[in-house]
């Protein structure tokens, strides 16, 4: 089991100051000084030295002062909508036993011309919109997604469709339910120790790709979408990512994937001293596999927890708490979350019924609808938490706007 806790950014005198000359550089970035660590973001140059710094690495300030905020978001569905009683033609169920048990009564699914990427760039730029921010301006993308439509990611091809001109750093964080949550706090870190100024945080997954749709216990939950938030550095003051805490347990890996299939290759020698079986077989995914009573059990233990180490980090009470926000996967595991919280429901913000679960995007998307919709006002403090596949899950405490 592995764990991270909080980012707290200490009170540093100034975002100038130089770096002494008996400062060492390590391999990490980081600077040590007379045996202490001082969370100083080194340059290429050797300390003490004159050179000029170019506009291209005037990025990173030398020593870490800064916050992050939350200043715009967006997000984007497909145009399909399946509800529970379309699913009820394919296998048997029926609106009532969906509703009952999962909280879920439509879902949207791509079809036609439509791509996960699509989606992406959309929930982007409508994130862009509402911060005010030109494409051009955008300095990093993360792209939080366990179904990328190429093997090797989807993140580069965000910045492109966007018509950022500066060519920002782009990469795929998969952590499928948590992804998103992960995003944040990567975004988080890249703009306090690394000098980013703007970084879009995209959580976007099409489950429905990998469901069996024969399978009524898994094919009812799941549903496609993307959202974004872009992540804005400012002073420490007004830092809107108060503190997180985030996890990983691959012990429960086996209640919760979709494992790659095909037959291994035969080692076996033959005569001639080659493999049997070789070339090996073209692989592929299987469909999502999920044991649903052990996800549950294991979402209602560890949710509650994770948000009260966030609280307690950021010196918080939960009574203090603007909103709770919970990885979009069963209104039972919300409700039963919330309960053990004492938050009561009308401070809690669900928007399954209309999506399913969406995976990476479920976080994104129900804050946008929430923030568009008037019912998360700047300066709302939010509860966030993901849970999900590896198993992986984490809370952070944020402040919107």
């Known amino acids: 089991m592995a764990s991270a806790s909080g980012l707290l950014t200490p009170s540093v005198p100034s975002l100038r100051r130089r770096v002494q000359p ?8 980081f600077c040590f000084s007379q045996g202490t660590f001082r969370r ?24 870490i002062n800064r916050g992050c905020k939350l200043v715009g978001c967006g997000s984007a569905v497909p145009t399909l909508q399946i509800s529970n009683d379309d699913l009820a033609k394919i296998v048997d169920t029926s609106d009532e036993w969906i509703s009952v048990r999962t909280g879920i009564r439509n879902r949207r699914v791509l079809s036609g011309n439509e791509s996960l990427t699509g989606l992406a760039v959309e929930a982007a730029s409508r994130a862009l919109q509402m911060a ?37 750093l782009a990469y795929d964080i998969t952590a499928a339910c948590s992804g998103f949550l992960l995003g944040l706090v990567s975004a988080a870190c890249h703009i306090r120790g690394g000098g980013f100024r703007n970084v879009l945080v995209i959580g976007g997954d099409a489950l429905s790709r990998f469901t069996d749709w024969t399978d009524r216990g898994s094919c009812i939950l799941f549903g496609d979408a ?31 994937n979709a494992c790659i299939k095909g037959n291994q290759t035969n080692d076996a020698l033959g005569s001639n001293g080659s493999v049997l079986a070789f070339p090996p077989q073209h692989y592929s995914y299987s469909s999502i596999y999920m044991n649903g009573k052990e996800v549950f059990r294991f979402a209602v233990r560890v949710v509650p927890q994770t948000i009260e ?53 479920s976080i994104p998307l129900a804050l946008d ?33």
């Open 40 to 63: 100083v973001l080194c340059s290429s140059t050797i300390a003490g030295s004159e050179k000029s710094v170019s506009s291209s690495e005037s990025r990173a300030p030398r020593l």
């Open 309 to 361: 180490s966030a609280l307690e980090k950021a010196g918080l009470t939960m009574s203090s708490i603007d909103w709770l926000l919970l990885h979009q996967a069963n209104q039972r595991i919300i409700d039963a979350v919330a309960n053990r919280l004492d938050v009561p429901m009308e401070r809690v913000i669900s928007n399954l019924a209309n999506y399913g679960n969406t995976s990476a995007a």
């Open 22 to 29: 008996s400062t060492w550089k390590y391999r990490s970035g």
């Open 369 to 401: 609808e929430a923030v568009r919709s008037g019912k998360v006002k700047p300066g709302h403090t939010i509860a966030a938490a993901g849970f999900g596949a590896g198993l992986t899950w984490g809370s952070a405490i944020l402040r919107w706007g």
């Open 132 to 168: 005010e921010v030109n494409p051009e301006d955008v300095d990093l993308v993360l792209m939080c997604t366990s179904t990328p439509e190429d093997l090797f990611g989807a993140a580069t091809q965000i910045p492109k469709a966007l018509g950022c001109k500066n060519n920002p």
């Open 226 to 256: 993307a959202g974004a938030v872009l992540v804005q550095a400012c002073d420490s003051e007004d830092d809107g990512l108060i503190s997180f805490d985030v996890h990983s347990d691959g012990e429960g890996g086996r209640h919760l």
